[in-house]
């Protein structure tokens, strides 16, 4: 196809969208088989597209239920957000630490944990440690190493085996009806169309749900952020610091680079800090709040940003780009001016590009609720069990207990065979402060790659899936489930 058909398609394509009128509506491209025939192509069972928090875990469990896979994902390395926004993954656990009586319990389990486990043993991660301070928010902090996060689930990937379509894009998608038969993809090798029997769209923005004509909106309810490390940084003077000015916010302690009882997350109190250091920082939306594995290093420091319309808009995006980096350098300035220990401190890393806490919401069977979160419902057909709230404690599940996930939260209205999984789901912004964070999303990956492998194998669609085969298979995989 020559590049003006595909902008045409493209275009007719925008044309129904769901899209805010401020946005360009062209939104990708969509094409029938008879459109594509003459690509080069590969047949598998299961897509999975993007290969961030979620679709890692959807591309591995989905190849361990046998079928398959492949992940396409354009950056080089997996794991998306997570290795580039958060600070600590919310939650492997429920909220018991400020009900008393309640009984500490791991509502994640599988995969999940098998991540954990792996970084544990190559220094990666100091495990789940219990909060010391504000343990009403969340009662463990699990903090990574981010690079080692990459390295050890592209291995999981590998030996799962995995057919991995890195520094590849998915750029459009081939339909039958309401069927997707195929997805287009771009790299360094060409264009080439991937068939497949089910589909996954983790890549955070939807933009596989898009292509295959899902209803969607597009909130531009969050910041843009670009999160930062520091290395060099004397943590013993900073700590001293904030103890000394009453200062010191969220704390936990865990092991790491063979010391016992080393800072893994570290929160201050700006009330009591340097006014024009706080002034500063909140001109700059940089958030002080962090997580670390590593001696006199901050592994996550968060500079935000407000998009003027959408995260879907190009030239802002780019504007953001270019006055995040520059705020990020006036930040370090801030720092090393105003804060014992940073004197000789660095920017060690940034992201490749901003990230957000969601862009595109797309539209499926049921829509979770906050109530139902906070009301710690539970669903006939939950695929997994989840108890943190972002929004603590303001909102919480009910008594530190957890909720259900509903399969039906992420298949997609109106196309048969794909699931939205991730930061994409779950419409109202409250509740989507607890759906969207790491943990959940990769809860997710595993339920929705099980299901995709199940409906590929027995050659159905989503909503034909047995809820009791997937039970099974997911309790087999250690999935949590009452
Ligand atoms: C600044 C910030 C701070 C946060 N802090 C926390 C925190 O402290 N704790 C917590 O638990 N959660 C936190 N969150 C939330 C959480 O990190 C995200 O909601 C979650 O990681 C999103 O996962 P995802 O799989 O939906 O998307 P991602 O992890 O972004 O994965 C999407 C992947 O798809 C790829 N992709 C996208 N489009 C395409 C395409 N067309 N073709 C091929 N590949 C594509 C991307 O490269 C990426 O790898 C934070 C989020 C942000 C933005």
């Not at 959807?58 to 354009?74: C, D, N």
């Not at 002080?288 to 995006?317: A, W």
């Not at 006055?323 to 940073?342: C, D, S, T, V």
Request: hydrophobic share 40%; glycine share 10%.
């Amino acid at each position: 196809m020559d590049r003006r058909h595909f902008l045409k398609s493209s275009l007719v394509l925008g044309a129904g969208m769901a899209v805010s009128p401020l946005l360009p509506s062209c939104v990708g491209g969509t094409y029938a088989a008879n459109e594509v025939s003459e690509l080069p192509s590969m047949r598998f069972d299961v897509i999975v597209a993007g290969g961030g928090t979620a679709g890692v875990l959807a591309a591995i469990a989905a190849a361990r239920t046998g079928a398959k896979t492949a992940l396409i994902e354009w950056k080089g390395y997996t794991g998306g957000i997570i290795t580039e926004g958060g600070t600590a993954l919310h939650s492997f656990f429920n909220i018991w630490k400020p009900y008393p009586g309640v009984a500490k319990k791991q509502l994640v389990k599988g995969i999940p944990q098998e991540i954990i486990d792996r970084l544990i043993k190559v220094g990666g991660c100091a495990g789940h440690v219990e909060m010391e301070t504000s343990y009403d928010y969340d009662s463990v902090c699990t903090a990574i190493d981010t690079e080692m996060y990459k390295l050890v689930t592209m291995q999981m990937i590998r030996e799962a085996g995995v057919y991995m379509a890195l520094n590849t894009m998915l750029c459009g998608a081939v339909m039958a009806g309401e069927r997707i038969e195929g997805v287009i993809v771009e790299s360094r090798a060409g264009r080439e169309v991937l068939y497949a029997k089910s589909f996954v769209d983790s890549t955070g923005y939807g933009d596989l749900c898009a292509y295959a004509g899902a209803r969607f909106t597009v909130p531009n309810d969050y910041k843009v952020a670009n999160s930062m490390g520091i290395a060099n940084v004397d943590m013993n003077r900073y700590y001293d610091f904030l103890k000394d000015n009453n200062a010191l916010g969220q704390i936990a302690r865990g092991s790491y680079d063979g010391l016992d009882s080393q800072l893994v997350r570290l929160g201050t109190n700006n009330k009591n800090l340097p006014t024009e250091f706080v002034k500063g920082l909140k001109d700059l939306s940089v958030a002080t709040i962090t997580t670390t594995v590593h001696k006199d290093y901050l592994m996550f420091i968060k500079c935000g940003y407000d998009l003027p319309t959408s995260p879907l808009n190009r030239d802002e995006v780019s504007d953001a780009e270019v006055q995040i980096r520059i705020n990020q350098q006036k930040a370090i300035e801030l720092y090393r001016k105003y804060i014992p220990g940073f004197e000789k401190a660095f920017i060690s890393r940034t992201n490749p590009s901003l990230c957000i806490r969601r862009a595109r919401c797309i539209e499926c069977d049921y829509d979770l609720s906050n109530e139902d979160i906070t009301n710690a419902i539970h669903f006939d057909d939950e695929v997994f069990l989840y108890g943190f709230h972002d929004s603590a404690p303001k909102y919480s599940v009910k008594n530190g207990g957890a909720y259900g996930f509903p399969y039906r939260c992420s298949c997609v209205k109106n196309v048969d065979n794909l699931y939205a999984i991730g930061m994409m789901v779950t419409s109202e912004h409250s509740a989507h402060m607890s759906t969207r964070n790491t943990v959940s999303c990769m809860a997710q990956g595993q339920a929705f790659g099980t299901a995709a492998a199940l409906c590929a194998l027995k050659g159905i669609g989503s909503r034909e899936l047995v809820y009791t085969d997937l039970r099974e298979q997911l309790i087999a995989g250690g999935v949590y489930l009452e």
